[in-house]
Every structure is written in C-alpha cells, then in structure tokens.
C-alpha cells in the first residue's frame, strides 16, 4: 500500500517536472519554430506547431538581415564593436582594481569597497536624461565611444567585485613561496596567481559580454540613428512598423540576437549561483 | 622561479621597497577604475541633480541658458497626482506582485528539484537554464508573439478549446491583461535565478536532519516551515532584495510591450514614465527631479542588501 503510494506520488511528481520544463522552454521553442514556418503557416487560422520539411523556409531570416527597416550589417557591426570594447575595457581595468583591493593594504581601501558596490545600485534608468544631455555635449550620440564608455562604467563595478572574489580565491601563500624561491613580487605574481585566475576572468569577461550585447535602455537614447543602432534597437525597429508585425521576421532577428548570449551564458551559468549561496546559508 | 635554494633572497631590501611603494601603487592600480566612474557615474549623478534644480526644456538644448529655480521640478513633480503618484503606486504594486509570485514559484520548483530523481532534474534543469539566458528583448518579442491580437498562439488554442472566436482579441490593450503578460515574462525570466540559488540552498540542509523530524512525526509542511526555510533565510532575504530592484527597475519589458500594442499612459513604470518625461516630451528638468527620487528610493532598498554583503565580506 505505502509502496503504491510513493509511486503515485513519484508519478506526480515527475509529471509537475515535465510541466516545469514545458513552461519554461516553450517560448524559446516557439520562437525558433515561428522563424522557420513561411508566412501562410503563422498568419493563419491553422497553425503550424513544428517546421516540418514541407513548409521549412529560411524566408524569414532572409527579410530580417535584407529588408528590416534599420540595416542589419551595421547594426551586428555595432553591436560586436561596442561589446568587444567594453569587454576588454572593464576586464583590463578592473582586473588591476580588483588587485589593488586584493593584495594590498590602504587607507580608503574599504571606502572603495562600499563605494562600488553602493554604485552598482544605482538604477541606469534613473540616469539616461543626464546621460543623454552629457554624451550629446560631448559629440558622442550616436558614436560607438559614447555607448562604450557607458556600458564600461556600468559593468565596472560588478566586475570589480566578482575578479575580486575570484583573486581572494588564490591564496597568498603561493606568491610568498615563489617570492621566498626568489622571484620579484610582480614575478611571482605573473607566473603563480595569474595563471590559476585564467577562469575567473573568463567567467567575468562573459558576463560583461551578455550585458553590453543585451543592453536597451542606453542604447535607446544615444544610439537613434539607424546606422548607429544596435542589435536590440534593430530588432526594436521591426515593432514600429504601422502595419501588421511581420512576426516570422521578428523570430528570427530575435533568435539571431539570442543565439551568442544564450552560447556563453551556458558556458558559465555554474558560477552563477555558487557566490550568493557559499556566503548565504545559515546567515 | 629561475633561482634555487643556492643563492639567497634578500628580502630585508626588497620588504622595504615593497612598503614605500605600497603608499601609492594601490591607487595606481585603481586611477583607471576611478577616472571611469567618476567621468562616467560620478558626472552624471551630478548633473543629474544639478539639472532637477533647473528649467531645462526643449529650449535649453537649443542653448538657452538655464534658470535655476529650486525645488519647482520636485514640487511638480511630487504634486502631480495623476502623473507621479500614480505611476508610482503602479511600479510598486507591480514590483511587490512580481517580488511574491517569483519567490513562491522558486521556491516550489527548488523543492520539486530536491523530490525528482536526477533525470528529471536534469530535465528541469534545461528548460530554466534556457529561459535564464534568453535575452531580455527576445523574450518580450516571444512572448508578444504568443499573445498576438490576429495570429498569437494564445488566441488560435482558446479558440479551439472554447468554439468562441478568440482572433482578434487584443490583450495588450487592457491594462490588467497587459500586466498579466509583462508579469509572465518577468515571472518566467526571473525564477530560474531563484529556483537554482535556493536549490542550492536546500541541497545544504542536512539530510539526516530531515529524517530524524520525519521519524517524529513531522509532516512534510512542517519540515519545510520549521527546518528548510530557516536554513535558507539568508538566501531568501537577499533573493527577495534583489527581486525587488530588478522588479522595479523594469523598462524594456514594458517599453517593447507598449510598442506592440499597449496603452502608453496607462502602464508606465518608473523607468519607462522617466524616458517619456525627458526624452519624448522634453521636460528634461522634471524628468531629472523624479530620477533623483528614483536613485532614493532604490539606494534605500539596496541597503541592506549592501550592508549584508559588506558583514559577510569581512570574515
């Protein structure tokens, strides 16, 4: 009887988990399924749930790349350049801040501290009325620089913090015995630390990554000229248009701007959780 | 490490350079990061407060010299009823609803992840993981699509399932359906997050802890209520502060939804009421009086969040 009981509830259970998966990956499923189906398949009354050989069309990415209302080159263009920029921009600068607050001793060091991570918590939607107003007068709308600079300044912080956590992970002990065999502090450094941080910069430097490559908010402000849009602001463009949304087109620009975000975010979602909970339990 | 044993280190010297130059190598090391944010956040705030004491319209950015005049911005601002306070409210309600739903939603599926065996945890595992990463943008597009007016999937199956004709039916023109879908995409976005922090959480709880209060009697619930949830409080306390600013923070859902077919007016949040104030209307002054109230209002929600994060760093 028990027996029977707990199978019932195994059943159930795993019933709940498939439902959990269902709801979750839907949209992304649907979205991938929409780019592929012709326009007689999603504009009808007889949907299509699978792109199957017959109606398969590659139409859809097709408009998206060669008749969207804003050019698609310059906007992938756009988007790799200030995404690249900013990536190693707050890779190399904070990767030397992080070392500052790691390995030395300093007045104000703490001050630091609480500032990056107070800065952190202020809301960039607060901020685009005075951004706007400083990029304008610096001749910078619509310029890659403008945009870099601030996704720089917004990722900064967090990556500071998390390179942070990443070299208080190496323990000081292995440069001193490198130091003790005789190497220079930069030298010991170099060879003992620095290689053992390869993954947590990785890591870093992929999150900086995902949020240039799907920031809106700024972007919307600074970037209003079509050929100086970015992918977000390009895909946005697809939903003025006063006449009916062309839907298998959106899908398929929207698969296009999803496809590199979800690749590395897959790389490095391990590291996601694991800080927040390590300091967490029973606090 | 070229050198051996043999020939010896002089550390006395090198110790000595090593503490003069301490004084100023630090702040070597950070002058990048500060030139950054002090150009790039510190300028900004400050001007940001410097322009919500001004008249600064339309015409300022033709170059007209702007008047200083007080609290008038803020004085506009907090009167304004049926602008400010309303949009106001609605962010809130919508964050406090957004905050429950997700926190409830994580923690059940952490605690069906905990029940399942490993396939189906993997299973689980895929599909948060896919909607975790999806781009905000990409989701609001989808899930607009699902919800389409003529075509959304939304109306094809109800049609189906009720014989009543559902195409056509809009419903993002309905303010309360409208929130109905924004908080699905949020929901659906924000509780993988949740569910793998306190999955992992839960993973801690002893097991044999469990067992003993399943041995005297204690029901499921109550091991949850008297032993999970404790043990997890830190999580939940952080998890929920964070919600809380994203959750109000919220723009390019709401802005992308109004775009496919919402009713501007009546569903700005902060973010969105803030770009449409400045940049759409050109009351540049004002819409930096209600961002300065809005940075306020979340540095007062994040201070726990970060005095919390400051305790636990100094052990």
């Avoid at chain 2, 306190?198 to 949850?224: C, H, I, K």
């Avoid at chain 2, 959750?247 to 449409?276: A, M, P, S």
Wanted: net charge positive; aromatic share 12%; hydrophobic share 55%.
């Amino acid at each position: 009887m028990i027996k029977i009981r707990k199978r019932l509830a195994d059943t159930g259970f795993g019933v709940l988990a498939l439902v959990v998966f269902a709801v979750a990956a839907f949209p992304v499923y649907w979205m991938v399924s929409t780019s592929f189906l012709p326009n007689n398949r999603i504009r009808g009354e007889n949907l299509a749930f699978f792109p199957t050989p017959d109606v398969f069309t590659l139409d859809n990415y097709r408009t998206a790349m060669f008749n969207a209302r804003a050019p698609f080159p310059p906007a992938v263009l756009n988007s790799i350049s200030v995404t690249f920029l900013t990536l190693v921009i707050a890779l190399v600068v904070g990767f030397v801040a992080a070392l500052a607050l790691t390995r030395f001793q300093f007045k104000g060091r703490r001050t630091f501290i609480v500032l990056i991570l107070v800065v952190q918590m202020i809301p960039g939607e607060a901020m685009i009325i005075s951004m706007y107003r400083i990029i304008d007068g610096w001749q910078l709308l619509n310029t890659i620089i403008g945009l870099t600079l601030v996704y720089a300044a917004g990722v900064l912080p967090f990556t500071i913090w998390t390179l942070r956590g990443f070299v208080n992970g190496v323990p000081k002990e292995l440069e001193e015995a490198a130091m003790i065999d005789g190497c220079s502090p930069a030298g010991a450094f170099w060879r003992v630390t620095f290689p053992l941080l390869a993954p947590g910069l990785v890591a870093t430097g992929v999150f900086a990554f995902i949020q240039a490559w799907n920031e809106f908010v700024t972007a919307l402000v600074i970037m209003q000229r079509p050929d100086a849009m970015t992918l977000t602001l390009w895909l946005r463009t697809f939903l003025q248009a006063t006449q009916a949304t062309n839907w298998g087109a959106v899908m398929a620009g929207s698969v296009l701007i999803a496809i590199p975000a979800v690749v590395f975010f897959l790389i490095v979602q391990g590291r996601m959780t694991g800080g927040l909970v390590s300091g967490a339990v029973k606090g | 490490m070229s050198s051996t044993l043999l020939d010896p280190p002089a550390p006395p010297r090198q110790l000595i350079r090593q503490k003069r130059r301490r004084s100023y190598l630090p702040w070597l090391l950070l002058s990048a990061t500060m030139v950054i944010l002090g150009v790039m956040t510190g300028y900004p705030v400050v001007r940001l407060l410097v322009m919500s004491f001004q008249e600064y319209e339309r015409a300022q950015l033709m170059g007209v010299p702007a008047e200083w005049v007080g609290f008038d911005n803020y004085a506009a601002v907090l009167t304004d009823v049926e602008g400010f306070w309303t949009v106001f409210a609605r962010s809130f309600a919508l964050m406090i609803v957004l905050v429950v739903i997700t926190m409830v939603l994580g923690m059940l599926v952490a605690l069906l992840m905990i029940r399942v065996g490993k396939r189906m945890r993997l299973l689980m595992s895929v599909g948060l993981l896919l909607a975790w990463a999806m781009p905000t943008l990409a989701a609001t597009t989808v899930w607009g699509w699902v919800f389409d007016t003529q075509y959304g999937v939304v109306n094809n199956l109800l049609t189906a399932i009720t014989g009543d004709r559902w195409f056509g039916y809009s419903w993002l023109i309905n303010p309360l359906s409208f929130f109905v879908i924004l908080t699905c995409i949020v929901v659906w976005g924000a509780v993988p997050f949740v569910a793998f922090t306190l999955y992992a959480g839960l993973t801690q709880v002893p097991e044999e802890v469990m067992e003993a209060a399943q041995l005297d009697g204690a029901s499921a619930f109550q091991r949850f209520r008297l032993i999970q949830v404790p043990y997890v409080r830190g999580i939940i306390t952080v998890l929920v502060v964070l919600s809380m600013i994203w959750d109000l923070k919220v723009f390019t859902q709401v802005f992308v939804l109004q775009d496919i077919g919402g009713d501007r007016e009546l569903t700005n949040t902060i973010g969105v009421y803030i770009y449409q104030t400045g940049m759409a209307q050109g009351h540049y002054g004002m819409a930096s009086a209600i961002g300065v109230i809005f940075v306020v209002v979340m540095l007062t929600i994040a201070y726990p969040y970060v005095r919390r994060t400051l305790r636990e760093d100094e052990q």
